[in-house]
């Protein structure tokens, strides 16, 4: 058996999510069901599917790379042989086990396998990858969106609130079809959270700045804010700062898997008019002769 990073055309340094998906574009390209009658696929498709049942598996991926083990699985030995690995009822497969080449072990494989073909050949079908864009507040809110699969059959996905970016999604039996009537892949849906523009999302919490004017910032005042349900009233305490942060509980994203809803976190923002009338610069002029402070001395850079 050929080295499966090379089978898989994937380098040793790969991750295994680079390797999973290698396998998934691969086994999509090569599965029988869409190449009938084609020998060379089929024996190809056989031959990703082992690489990755090599490189998928935490310790063989280990012992492989440390040259313990050989491409396919086998511990490395002077003399060749064969171990089956039986699948019951549902049919067997057969792996070779590296060492010196022989006619006799190559006929003994052959007929093998010949065997296996003759019981029927049963393989789950490949799974299927998928990526899906969303909007912040889809995913927070949760939606049903509707998606074409590669077999072009289309399907509604529940996208759960709460959903994060690239959270992936498992549709059980959505995949490809299986070989000699066994069952078929899975579909796995990668979601793509958009960027909003003005909410970030950390962990379950909500994060806004808010921009207040100075009247609202000195005197306090309620304001209208946006959050992930909609707009609420939110009260500007009297002397607030740039800077200054208020809680709003139980308005973040809602939780997953027993988790707590987060809350939103607004930051203040007092921001000046566009332009400084005469009135108000003669005011600031009055008021600041007699009501000197230095705001740059509680951060020491007075």
Do not use: C
């Not at 509707?146 to 996208?159: H, N, P, Q, S």
């Not at 709460?162 to 066994?182: H, M, N, S």
């Not at 809803?261 to 002029?285: C, N, S, T």
Request: net charge neutral; charged share 30%; proline share 6%.
């Amino acid at each position: 058996m050929r080295d499966p990073y090379e089978v898989l055309g994937v380098p040793r340094s790969a991750s295994a999510e680079d390797i999973k998906k290698s396998y998934h574009k691969l086994a999509k390209k090569l599965h029988p069901d869409l190449n009938p009658g084609n020998k060379k696929a089929e024996q190809s498709f056989k031959e990703v599917s082992a690489a990755y049942d090599l490189l998928s598996d935490t310790d063989k991926k280990a012992r492989f790379d440390r040259g313990e083990i050989d491409a396919s699985g086998a511990e490395r030995q002077q003399q060749p042989y064969y171990k089956t690995y039986a699948e019951g009822a549902e049919g067997a497969r057969y792996r070779r086990f590296d060492g010196d080449e022989s006619p006799f072990a190559d006929d003994l494989f052959a007929d093998m396998f010949r065997g296996a073909n003759r019981q029927g050949f049963r393989a789950r079908g490949a799974d299927v990858s998928y990526t899906l864009e969303v909007d912040f507040l889809e995913a927070a809110n949760g939606l049903t969106r509707r998606v074409t699969l590669a077999d072009g059959k289309t399907l509604d996905v529940t996208i759960p609130p709460g959903t994060e970016d690239g959270q992936t999604l498992r549709l059980k039996g959505q995949g490809q079809a299986g070989i000699g009537g066994a069952g078929p892949g899975d579909a796995f849906i990668e979601i793509h959270v958009k960027a909003h523009p003005f909410f970030t999302r950390v962990g379950n919490d909500v994060h806004v700045e808010l921009p207040v004017s100075l009247p609202e910032a000195v005197l306090g005042g309620s304001v209208n804010l946006p959050t992930v349900d909609g707009k609420v009233a939110l009260k500007i305490p009297a002397g607030s700062n740039t800077g200054t942060v208020l809680r709003l509980k139980g308005k973040g994203i809602p939780g997953q898997a027993n988790r707590q809803r987060g809350d939103q976190l607004v930051k203040l923002r007092v921001v000046l008019p566009d332009q400084i009338d005469p009135e108000l610069k003669e005011f600031i002029e009055r008021w600041g002769n007699t009501h000197a402070y230095d705001p740059r001395s509680k951060a020491g850079l007075s």
